[in-house]
């Protein structure tokens, strides 16, 4: 803070500790300095008047009172011309009566361990300061319960909770009922997950329950030790000693909001990483936990307005969660300050100074004025240069690997199903989903019972076949423990009964009500999928501005001088991310696979560390979507049901595909079809040859059983050969209907075993596994993308069907991202080390299974986005999507926004949308045959070499390196992870000579003219590998770290697979499909899908918008708030308090203005922050 522009301040430099200050011994005042430096307490003569000073004293503990912070503010707290500081010695404050502390006009004092409170509160009586914190009210902050009791009163939003009492004396605030997934406390019930907080403030082991759908267990929070503030535990049992307060857990995506006030009108907030997400505390270089400032709602101000006013604490402390479009406040610590932001001392030191001679000059006679100060300049953030930015990044993406999904029919008629069916609600849709332990628990017991009495009574009345009831059995018992996220039970109504159907069923028609009982289990995600995810979510990083630079480029000598995140591709995301300039969305399918994808995602993209359950849980959203990614596979559609028919009658003939076959097949002529039916040649034979094979694998694995050698024979994922038998003699039995013919239904499921067996078990050496693998695949290429419709038509209604939701959302998502939205935005006046504080990118992660991949692919392909016949790139993309023949795991559709700043806000190029894919994890024997696309070729890269302005937004890497960098760098594996068949133009072919060039490190992106579109040549595909080529060692060579030299990347490119997890295919790169659209055009072509949509599908949009505009907090308008900002002057009492004075409307408040951008309203309501 410079003299010439403090007013009213003095000039003298050094600051007057007088007791107890850094560099001095403490010592007790004698009656000499009380006289010089508290003149009013005695008589003076008039002459000494202008001499006389206001004491500030401060009573705490030393390590608060010699602590950084309140060291720097103290220091510009002297600067005022009448104000001295007295520093309260610690053995003074512990071992001396009240009568001997040294005597001041206003006391700063706070509780901390070891504090005697009681003493500093009579010190108060006995001496009537002026009080900045009021002492009585810190008792209440100590305990949980008042502090929550006092926020209710003031009509704080705060979490759901319930008190939880262990006192004898008061045993009917003790009912605790714990279940497996919810604890039921005095009557309120919490499902996991929930928080359990001691209610003692002082005790800072918090423990979060988390649900066994999300894997179960617990994080258990405590004080900072070292890197770590939280670890997590299998335990999921609540604590049984002690009281506590339950609470809801917020969805808060990670991130933690720090208030901190001074005085009711000013509030400064930083965000950091919440302590729960992987318990790793990120430091800077100094070890300070590192936290960066945000910007506050006008209603959050208030909220903190009400928070310092409510607890009497001019400076106070608190935590907000930001979860659902709400703001709540969940703790209160009372009397900190932030720590490394000098613009925070300054403001702190002018509003504390301002305060306490405003109070006090008036009674000491001080002739002192309230300075009037020049407001700050709103900064607003403006880009130079011609290079677009990035606005915004959405992908829809299938689960990882995963075991074979598995599926058992049965019908029941037993009275305990129908109990069961009653108890859930079943009747009320004609369905029911079991997914809960303790409802599979139940189908369990009912089939054991049945079992037990077909034992005792062979000729009991019980219908269920034994065969099917012991498979029941069977499969719940496995594992030994249940999960929603690895088995389930469908239960659905038959008022009818059920019609015989295939060879699974009894051959008695009956007419009867039954139910039928469909058992799924299986489909869990692999480690190779997790492993899959985890490094997607880290090549992601690349698409972001700065993901592709390294650090050398800035001329650094090391990974430090940038930061930790320097050094590596992706480091552009995780600065933004850090920094909160990045708002982060992921959603999931309610399928456990496809949370576990989105949450190892996660992990890679954010670098976090780990288990995934907390990170599923606080990042990934799947409750209530309302159809957005899941669908009723088993509800489809009239024209999904004539669809599959048509495909039935035309697989079961048994004689060649003909001309007719072709065209009533393969409509569209897709290349990936066409040449599937080529090797199929009769459908009838082929099922005839698949089914041999399959009976072959049967007897080889009951060969393998005989064989003593193979009795403890472990296959991938703890499968035993017992589980892999019943797997193929299931698909045996079911393929080959009684009557003979083919159940073409089974197609994906046979695809899918031998797809996992080649891959994971191709160790056991079983005889034809590939041409299975072959020929099965062959058939699955025509079944499963068919499956989806047939002819155009066809394709976009089943589309509509399943995905209209997730295409109504995309298009809200891109339409948001240029309006003013209220997430966690770094406040660009109090960062440091953060060159472009405006940039603020939106991502949306939207995880699910292969039905709404390709369905959304069909709505793009088919629903008349571009003319073929018109646009060369569009043709070229149609091609090569129907060359693919498989959307496979990890299969990625994403769609990227540009602002160009140059371009007029209304113009139709102001906005650029880019439309992305990949086919996802490479198949077997994939190499030979794969389509060739045209590289991924963003063409916001074809302006980069216009860029003259190092300080553009778009130049990420250039952030200052700040002290607040992390200290730990990610761990990068040194094969690249993800592989790209080689190609012309691509940085394979560059790289040989380059490796070494410094030059390679500015060339984010090829320099290109606007060429014909048939040609426009591989980018950041190929240059950052394609999200996932061999190129990414080239990066890391450029910085300077001691890290092994990764081996040529010519023998990288022929490497399969992840370094360190065997058997993991490598994932093929992005192509582009298309680079120079407008938002308007395709704002146009959703806009048009949407309202053809079923009317029934509109009334489901309408919730699904009202869901989601919740989730986003509404930007508010401070100059429209109707809410008056300051709160009614009260009377004043005769002890002296800062709690009934307010400042007069005419004085300035010492605060920077709350919005970069937005007058104030009253110059009497200012923050730091919004």
């Known amino acids: 803070m410079s003299k010439s522009s403090e007013q009213g301040m003095c000039n003298s430099e050094l600051p007057r500790f007088l007791i107890g200050s850094e560099g001095e011994e403490s010592r007790e005042l004698d009656e000499t300095d009380m006289r010089n430096f508290s003149g009013h307490y005695g008589e003076e003569d008039d002459e000494d008047q202008s001499e006389r000073q206001v004491v500030v004293g401060i009573c705490s503990m030393m390590k608060k009172s010699k602590s950084k912070p309140m060291t720097e503010i103290l220091e510009r707290l002297c600067k005022f011309e009448y104000i001295t500081v007295v520093i309260f010695p610690e053995e003074v404050i512990l071992n001396e009566p009240v009568e001997k502390w040294p005597l001041c006009d206003c006391l700063i004092s706070f509780h901390s361990k070891g504090f005697p409170l009681d003493k500093a509160v009579s010190y108060a009586k006995l001496r009537n300061p002026l009080l900045i914190n009021d002492l009585n009210m810190q008792y209440f902050i100590q305990d949980r319960r008042e502090v929550y009791r006092i926020l209710q009163e003031e009509g704080i939003d705060l979490p759901r909770y319930a008190v939880l009492n262990r006192d004898p004396d008061r045993p009917e605030e003790c009912n605790l009922v714990e279940s497996e997934d919810h604890v039921e406390v005095n009557g309120e019930v919490f499902h996991k997950p929930f928080v359990e907080k001691p209610v003692s403030a002082e005790d800072h082991n918090v423990y979060i329950y988390y649900p066994t759908s999300a894997g179960g267990g617990s994080q258990r929070l405590f004080r900072k030790i070292g890197s770590r503030s939280s670890v997590y535990s299998p335990e999921s049992t609540v604590r049984k000693t002690g009281s506590y307060i339950y609470e809801e857990f917020m969805p808060t995506d990670g991130t933690d909001v720090k208030v901190y006030t001074v005085g009711p009108d000013y509030a400064h907030a930083e965000a950091r990483k919440s302590p729960a997400l992987d318990g790793k505390v990120e430091r800077d270089s100094e070890g300070k936990e590192i936290r960066y400032p945000v910007m506050l709602t006008a209603m959050e101000k208030l909220v903190a307005r009400k928070v310092c006013l409510a607890f009497k604490q001019t400076v106070c402390g608190f935590d907000l969660l930001r979860a659902n479009g709400h703001s709540f406040v969940c703790d209160v610590n009372g009397f900190s300050f932030v720590k490394n932001s000098m613009k925070y001392y300054d403001d702190c030191a002018k509003v504390l100074g301002n305060m306490v001679m405003r109070e006090l000059a008036p009674q000491l006679h001080i002739p002192w004025s309230i300075p009037m100060e020049a407001e700050d300049i709103p900064i607003v953030p403006t880009t130079s240069g011609t290079m677009m930015e990035l606005r915004c990044v959405i992908a829809v993406i299938r689960h990882g690997d995963r075991t074979p999904k598995q599926k058992m029919k049965m019908e029941v008629r037993n009275a305990l199903f129908f109990e069961l069916f009653e108890k859930y609600g079943g009747y009320k849709s004609g369905k029911l989903k079991l997914k809960k332990p303790k409802q599979l628990q139940e189908v369990l017991d009912i089939a054991r019972q049945l079992l037990a009495e077909l034992v005792l009574h062979n000729d009991c009345e019980i219908e269920e076949k034994k065969s099917k009831l012991e498979q029941l059995k069977t499969v719940l018992e496995m594992y030994g423990h249940f999960s929603g996220i690895n088995r389930k039970v469908q239960l659905t109504y038959l008022p009818n009964g059920q019609p015989k159907a295939s060879s699974e069923e009894e051959d008695a028609l009956k007419e009867d009500p039954s139910l039928l009982l469909v058992l799924k289990w299986g489909g869990e995600l692999t480690p190779a999928g997790r492993v899959q995810a985890e490094e997607l979510g880290r090549a992601f990083r690349c698409m972001y501005p700065g993901g592709q630079d390294s650090c050398r480029s800035l001329g650094c000598e090391s990974p430090i001088d940038c930061g930790d995140y320097a050094g590596f591709p992706g480091c552009g995301l995780l600065r933004l991310h850090s920094t909160y300039r990045h708002d982060l969305k992921i959603y999931a399918s309610d399928e456990g696979r496809v949370q576990m994808t989105a949450a190892a995602f996660a992990k890679g993209l954010l670098a976090l560390e780990g288990e995934l359950t907390p990170i599923l849980v606080q990042m990934v959203k799947s409750a209530n979507m309302n159809g957005l990614l899941d669908s009723d596979s088993d509800s489809l559609t009239d024209c999904q049901q004539r669809v599959k028919a048509r495909l039935h009658e035309i697989m079961q003939k048994n ?516």
Not at 753 to 776: A, I, M
Not at 822 to 851: C, D, I, Q, W
Not at 868 to 891: F, I
């Open 655 to 1170: 004689k060649d595909f003909n001309e007719e076959d072709y065209s009533k097949l393969a409509p569209t002529s897709s290349p990936s079809l066409v040449n599937s039916m080529g090797v199929i040649v009769n459908p009838v034979s082929t099922c005839d040859r698949v089914h041999t094979l399959i009976k072959s694998l049967t007897c080889q694995i009951c060969k393998r059983l005989e064989d003593p050698k193979s009795a403890d024979l472990q296959l991938y994922h703890s499968e035993t050969l017992e589980l892999m038998l019943q797997r193929w003699s299931k698909l045996e039995r079911d393929f080959r209907m009684k009557n003979g013919r083919y159940d073409i239904s089974k197609i994906p499921d046979i695809y899918d075993c031998v797809k996992y067996d080649t891959q994971h078990n191709s160790s056991l050496g079983l005889e034809d596994t590939l041409e299975l693998f072959r020929l099965s695949r062959a058939l699955a290429d025509i079944i499963i993308p068919q499956e989806y419709g047939i002819t155009r038509a066809e394709k976009l209604d089943i589309a509509s069907a399943y995905c209209l939701p997730l295409v109504k959302k995309i298009q809200l998502d891109l339409q948001r991202t240029h309006e003013d939205e209220a997430v966690n935005k770094l406040h660009p006046l109090y960062s440091r080390g953060v060159m472009s504080p405006g940039r603020h990118v939106r991502t949306r992660l939207y995880f699910t299974s292969e039905s709404h991949v390709h369905s959304l692919l069909n709505i793009f392909r088919y629903g008349g986005l571009l003319d073929e016949q018109k646009d060369e790139q569009w043709k070229q993309a149609m091609d090569y999507l129907s060359a693919v023949t498989e959307l496979n795991y990890m299969t990625q559709i994403v769609i990227m926004l540009y602002e160009d700043n140059n371009k007029d806000p209304s113009s139709e190029e102001r906005f650029h949308v880019e439309l992305h894919f990949s086919p996802g994890v490479k198949g077997c024997k994939d190499e030979d045959n794969a389509p060739m696309g045209f590289g991924f070729r963003p063409a916001s890269s074809e302006n980069h070499e216009k860029q003259t302005d190092p300080g553009s937004l778009e130049d990420l890497s250039q952030d200052e390196p700040d002290r607040a960098a992390l200290t730990e760098p990610v761990s990068i594996q040194r094969k690249s992870p993800l592989i790209r068949s080689r190609k012309a133009g691509s940085m394979e072919a560059l790289s040989e000579s380059n490796t070494s060039s410094r030059g390679l490190a500015y060339r984010i992106f090829p320099s290109s003219s606007r060429q014909s579109p048939e040609i426009k040549p591989s980018g950041l595909g190929a240059q950052c590998a394609g999200l996932f080529s061999a190129s990414f060692p080239n990066l890391r060579d450029l910085a300077r770290v001691p890290r092994k030299k990764p081996s040529s990347l010519r023998n990288l490119s022929s490497q399969t697979g992840f370094e360190g997890c065997s058997l993991v295919p490598s994932i093929y790169p992005l192509e582009t499909l298309h680079n120079s659209l407008s938002l308007k055009q395709v704002d146009e072509f959703l806009t048009t899908l949407c309202k053809n949509g079923s009317e029934t599908q509109f009334k489901r949009l309408k919730s699904l918008s009202a869901m989601f505009e919740s989730h986003s907090q509404p930007s508010i308008d401070v100059d429209n708030q109707d809410t008056p900002v300051s709160t009614p002057v009260r009377n004043q009492p005769t002890s002296q308090s800062l709690w009934y004075v307010s400042a007069p409307p005419s004085t300035g408040s010492s605060a920077g203005p709350s919005s970069p951008s937005v007058p104030e309203p009253s110059s009497n309501f200012r923050f730091n922050s919004e």
